[in-house]
Nanobody, 117 residues
């Protein structure tokens, strides 16, 4: 059993900041990648950022320079600065584990981020 739990969402004014956290727990032996996705209202879930076991990061162009992903053991963070209304959505954490020759993906339940004045 693996649990993935996000926290840190909320309501923030444009230009503000939020820090999201995602804690993975349970039968975790080999985390390959931890990622953040978001789903804006009425739209599909989209990739935001990822960090590999080796610390390599990747970002979607729209958040480069504003968002920073980091990781401490089995917790991944997303520091979001200069937030804009278009950043509004439900933010989901995804953890991929290497299990033998397979990659197994786990999702959290999501945390709401609303950017509005």
């Amino acid at each position: 059993q693996v649990q993935v739990v996000e926290s840190g969402g909320g309501l923030v004014q444009p230009g503000g900041s939020l820090r999201l956290s995602c804690a993975a727990s349970g039968d975790i032996f080999n985390i390959a990648v931890m990622s953040w996705y978001r789903q804006p209202p009425g739209k599909r879930r989209e990739f935001i950022a990822s960090i590999t076991r080796g610390g390599r990061t990747n970002y979607v162009d729209s958040v480069k320079g504003r968002f920073t992903i980091s990781r401490a053991k089995t917790t991944v963070y997303l520091q979001m600065n200069s937030l804009q209304p278009e950043d509004t959505g439900v933010y989901y954490c995804n953890t991929i584990l290497n299990v033998g020759v397979d990659n197994v993906s786990y999702w959290g339940q999501g945390t709401q981020v609303t950017v509005s004045s």
